[in-house]
């Protein structure tokens, strides 16, 4: 090799690979940085699924608020319900109270 800086650094993995402690701590090492990993990433799709939900949770809002204006205005329920997107039964519900 040409490279001293990549000779030195060949010469100390030798000498490493040899030694068990040193193969256990780099083994516990990288289990702990691949734990980490994992655990960031499991975060990230927590976030988005509560994201997502959060998304739908305000879409329904949007719509049951719609309804109860359409409903307020007499409109029939059937109507309501196909253009809020809520179910009929949603729709029921919201005219009774």
Do not use: C, F
């Not at 030798?14 to 030694?19: A, G, Q, T, V, W």
């Not at 090492?29 to 939900?53: F, G, P, T, V």
């Not at 608020?65 to 196909?82: C, F, R, S, T």
């Amino acid at each position: 090799m040409d490279n001293p800086a990549l000779q030195e650094a060949m010469e100390k993995w030798e000498d490493l690979s040899r030694d068990p402690e040193a193969i256990r701590e780099y083994e516990a090492r990288h289990k702990a940085l691949m734990d980490q990993l994992s655990a960031i990433k499991e975060n990230e799709r927590r976030q988005q699924r509560r994201y997502e939900e959060g998304i739908e949770k305000g879409k329904h809002k949007t719509a049951v608020a719609i309804a109860l204006k359409m409903l307020a205005d007499g409109m029939p329920i059937e109507q309501v319900a196909n253009y809020s997107s809520l179910s009929l039964e949603e729709v029921k519900k919201l005219k009774k109270n």
